[in-house]
Antibody, heavy 123, light 108 residues
Framework: EVQLLESGGGLVQPGGSLRLSCAASGFTLSSQAMSWVRQAPGKGLEWVSGIGGSGGNTYHADSVKGRFTISRDNSKNTLYLQMNSLRAEDTAVYYC????????????????WGQGTLVTVSS | EIVLTQSPGTLSLSPGERATLSCRASQSVSSTYLAWYQQKAGQAPRLLIYGASSRATGIPDRFSGSGSGTDFTLTISRLEPEDFAVYYCQQYGSSPQTFGQGTKVEIK
């Protein structure tokens, strides 16, 4: 059974950094494309970052490019999102998600989702 | 970037009624790359439909998707109590992939 478990969210000041983790089970992360999708309070869904399959190319939305980095540790079967220079508008629940099929550049429809982790950027 | 506009914003219906949700794209979307999700309060989204009309695993057949080009529709044939939720469409054919703003289906 595929399971995704996010952690690492919390309260951080503007300009600060945070690293989110997504522990995967039921499949081998190293060969799978994955993404992070966020949802601001009371708002809709926004794709944030994606990483390809075994090639490992990474992709980011313009809103986070240069500030966020997606990566994975194959030995731990864990996906990460390093978030730097955080802004108030980055406040959201962050979900890791596994696509049903992968169409390059981070694109895919998401069959499996974690429960989400809340990031709050505020002074 | 392809903008997806969902309508209506809120749909007030009674259990047993038919729900029709619309998703309009600012540019043509290949029907291969259009999905629908259901999200209940405090939960992660759940994939309902992919490829515009294919039901995901375990999704009841009262959910159906249709459409092509710039106009897509999600239909719930007879609303069950557990279907009252927010629904999002997503296009994943063009970068960046984008989501609609959602339609809330509420109990009338």
């Amino acid at each position: 059974e595929v399971q995704l478990l996010e952690s690492g969210g919390g309260l951080v000041q503007p300009g600060g950094s945070l690293r989110l983790s997504c522990a995967a089970s039921g499949f081998t992360l190293s060969s799978q494309a994955m993404s992070w999708v966020r949802q601001a309070p009371g708002k809709g869904l926004e794709w944030v970052s994606g990483i390809g399959g075994s090639g490992g190319n990474t992709y980011h939305a313009d809103s986070v490019k240069g500030r966020f980095t997606i990566s994975r540790d194959n030995s731990k079967n864990t996906l990460y999102l390093q978030m730097n220079s955080l802004r108030a508008e980055d406040t959201a629940v962050y979900y890791c998600a596994k696509p049903m099929s992968y169409y390059g550049s981070g694109k895919g429809c998401f069959e499996y989702w974690g429960q989400g982790t809340l990031v709050t950027v505020s002074s | 970037e392809i903008v997806l506009t969902q309508s209506p914003g809120t749909l007030s219906l009674s259990p047993g009624e038919r729900a029709t949700l619309s998703c309009r794209a600012s540019q043509s979307v290949s029907s291969t790359y259009l999905a629908w999700y259901q999200q209940k309060a405090g939960q992660a989204p759940r994939l309902l439909i992919y490829g515009a009309s294919s039901r995901a695993t375990g999704i009841p057949d009262r959910f159906s998707g249709s459409g092509s080009g710039t106009d897509f529709t999600l239909t719930i044939s007879r609303l069950e109590p557990e279907d009252f939720a927010v629904y999002y469409c997503q296009q994943y054919g063009s970068s960046p992939q984008t989501f609609g703003q959602g339609t809330k289906v509420e109990i009338k």
